[in-house]
């Protein structure tokens, strides 16, 4: 059975950072695309970073610069560095994980307010 995790959500100032866990299991985590969509109230599901098996990354234009994902396949994780957070990146943050042989899979998400 297929399980991705998140931690690290919570509730930041404007310009404070935050750093989002995601451990899968079930999945042959170095195989997977891994992900991180963010979807706030009223707003469709939007894709904010990912990074492929091989380490090439790709980033919402919203975001670059300002977040960074990496994934560690040893531990199966993979993380979303969030510097300068905004009011804007309030969100629910969910981690996806996509491979041939898995399918795609979704977390439970977790909560990001940036609010002062």
């Known amino acids: 059975q297929v399980q991705l995790v998140e931690s690290g959500g919570g509730l930041v100032q404007p310009g404070g950072s935050l750093r989002l866990s995601c451990a899968a299991s079930g999945i042959i985590f170095s195989l997977n695309r891994m992900g991180w969509y963010r979807q706030a109230p009223g707003k469709q599901r939007e894709l904010v970073a990912a990074?492929?098996?091989?380490?090439?990354?790709n980033y919402a234009d919203s975001v670059k610069g300002r977040f960074t994902i990496s994934r560690d396949n040893a531990k199966n994780t993979v993380y979303l560095q969030m510097n300068s957070l905004k009011p804007e990146d309030t969100a629910v943050y969910y981690c996806n994980a996509n491979g041939m042989l898995s399918g795609d899979n979704w977390g439970q998400g977790t909560q990001v307010t940036v609010s002062s």
């Open positions: 990074i492929a098996s091989g380490g090439w990354t």
